[in-house]
C-alpha cells in the first residue's frame, strides 16, 4: 500500500522549511564554486581537484534544484546524500575531518526533511508485509 500526497494532505511546514534551508545552502554553495573566489580555488587545489570546481558546482545545484522540486524529490535527496557524502570522504581524506560536520549535518537535514515533507518514507520502515 503506498500514500500519495493529494490537495488534502499537505506536507508539513517545518520539512518544507528544511528542505528549502539545505536547498539554498546548496545552491549558495554552488554559485561560490562558479565564482571561484581564491579561498575554494585553494581549498580544491588541496584535493587536488582544482580542474573540477564547476564540474562540482554544477553536480551540486542540479542536486538542490531536483532536490526542491517536489515531483523529483526522491531522486534529489538521493543525488543530494551522494554528494554530501563525496564531500565527507574528501574532508577526510584532506585529514581535515571536522569539515566534514557541516556535509553531515545538511545530509541529516535533507533526509528529516524529506521525511517530514512525505511521511510515507517513514510508513515503509513500520510497514509488515
Do not use: C
Not at 23 to 41: C, D, E, R, T
Request: proline residues 5%; glycine residues 12%; charged residues 10%.
Amino acid at each position: 500500500m503506498t500514500e500519495t500526497i493529494s490537495a488534502d494532505k499537505k506536507p508539513s511546514k517545518l520539512g518544507v522549511g528544511l528542505t528549502g534551508v539545505v536547498g539554498v545552502m546548496m545552491i549558495l554553495s554552488s554559485i561560490g564554486k562558479f565564482a571561484k573566489p581564491a579561498p575554494i580555488v585553494a581549498n580544491f587545489a588541496s584535493l587536488h581537484l582544482s580542474d573540477y570546481v564547476t564540474m562540482i558546482g554544477a553536480i551540486e545545484l542540479g542536486s538542490a534544484v531536483l532536490f526542491l522540486v517536489p515531483r523529483t524529490a526522491s531522486l534529489g535527496v538521493l543525488l543530494v546524500t551522494g554528494y554530501f557524502g563525496g564531500a565527507i570522504v574528501a574532508h577526510l581524506v584532506q585529514g581535515s575531518p571536522a569539515q566534514s560536520a557541516p556535509a553531515i549535518v545538511l545530509g541529516a537535514l535533507a533526509w528529516l526533511g524529506y521525511g517530514l515533507r512525505y511521511p510515507s518514507l517513514w510508513a515503509s520502515f513500520t510497514s509488515k508485509r
